[in-house]
């Protein structure tokens, strides 16, 4: 795979354009990871709605009928179900890892073991999120490791 910049100073945003034989596994993944930094989530604070950059999600959860998606300083509401959202970012950096959280695994920093199966994920802004076993081997493949 080649990679070129050029830059356009007279461009008003960045264009992107994929030069392939086929449209394989490769290039289908090359779109989804693009598709992350341009992807919003319509979200509430105080009364009024945001577009908040998927990019800039470090998790969301669910606590009863209310969704929340935390970015580093911010938290907001939104309308849409936790199994939507999963949905809807099911080709991104995000993963469920536990029955009401799903994860964005760029903001993950490291893990931790627990005796009985689950892990402990610290994101970058040091928040501790509890990895259920059930999720565990998921979490691993889509980073890249073992399922072991």
Known sequence: MKIYVEK????NETE???KCKDENEEV???QNALTYFDMVIIAK???KQFKVPTKDIYYIDAYGHEVSVYTKENTYQT??????????????????VHKSTIVNTKKIKSFKSHINGRMEAILL???HLIVSRMYVKNLKEKLGGTSQ
Do not use: V
């Not at 356009?8 to 461009?11: A, G, S, T, V, Y």
């Not at 849409?80 to 993963?95: C, H, N, W």
């Open 8 to 11: 356009h100073p007279d461009l």
């Open 16 to 18: 992107i354009i994929i």
């Open 28 to 30: 289908k993944a090359i």
């Open 45 to 47: 604070k105080d009364d």
């Open 79 to 96: 309308d849409l179900k936790l199994y939507q959202l999963e949905e809807m970012l099911s080709k991104t950096p995000f993963i469920r």
């Open 125 to 127: 802004n040091n928040k």
